[in-house]
T-cell receptor
């Protein structure tokens, strides 16, 4: 009955490397969201899944960013050829279709 | 997308009532007004949501005037632990049942002093 979990909690990588961030939503939640939060900034919407499909990818900042969701559950956000401006906290949230989103603790990504 | 405007920061004292107002002039018929709270190093947490008039739960009240172009989050008798960032957002619900294009903005940094 745990909440949304994300892994890793912290990730330090070198510029140019690829990273994968994982989100485990609350069991049974059909909607899943990815956000990015840079230091001192608000949340920036990245992508939203309904089941395994992504009706809204409008927030992905570049083609280096991609995300998938399998089995209507776990989602991975992949950032290829990371840049220093990708450093941020990446937050995942899930929803059962109601109006409340439940957020995970986030993954803090640092690109050196 | 309805854009929201809220104060960047507010200060208050323990035991006081705090009201944070958010403007959303371009709100559409199907939009709901939702408030989240975020503590440092944590993800946001849902506080309250409303469509019109007044909504109250165990944490807060939300006042929405008839024209729905603004809303006010009211926190009764705040304590030091209410120090957080509060986000107002307008949620548009897509045909798939999920929210499309959520925009949180920078929120209001509320600081409660002893």
């Amino acid at each position: 009955g745990a909440g949304v979990s994300q892994s890793p909690s912290n990730k330090v990588t070198e510029k140019g490397k690829d990273v994968e961030l994982r989100c485990d939503p609350i069991s049974g939640h059909t909607a899943l969201y990815w956000y990015r939060q840079s230091l001192g900034q608000g949340l920036e919407f990245l992508i939203y899944f309904q089941g395994n499909s992504a009706p809204d990818k409008s927030g992905l900042p570049s083609d280096r960013f991609s995300a998938e969701r399998t089995g209507g559950s776990v989602s991975t956000l992949t950032i290829q050829r990371t840049q220093q401006e990708d450093s941020a906290v990446y937050l995942c949230a899930s929803s059962s279709g109601g109006h409340e989103q439940f957020f995970g603790p986030g993954t803090r990504l640092t690109v050196l | 997308l309805a854009k929201t405007t809220q104060p960047i920061s507010m200060d208050s004292y323990e035991g006081q009532e705090v009201n944070i107002t958010c403007s959303h002039n371009n709100i559409a018929t199907n939009d709901y007004i939702t408030w989240y709270q975020q503590f440092p190093s944590q993800g946001p947490r849902f506080i309250i949501q409303g469509y019109k008039t007044k909504v109250t739960n165990e944490v807060a009240s939300l006042f929405i005037p008839a024209d729905r172009k603004s809303s006010t989050l009211s926190l009764p008798r705040v304590s030091l632990s209410d120090t957080a960032v509060y986000y107002c957002l307008v949620v548009v619900w897509g045909s798939g049942g999920g929210a499309d294009g959520l925009t949180f903005g920078k929120g209001t940094h509320l600081i409660i002093q002893p």
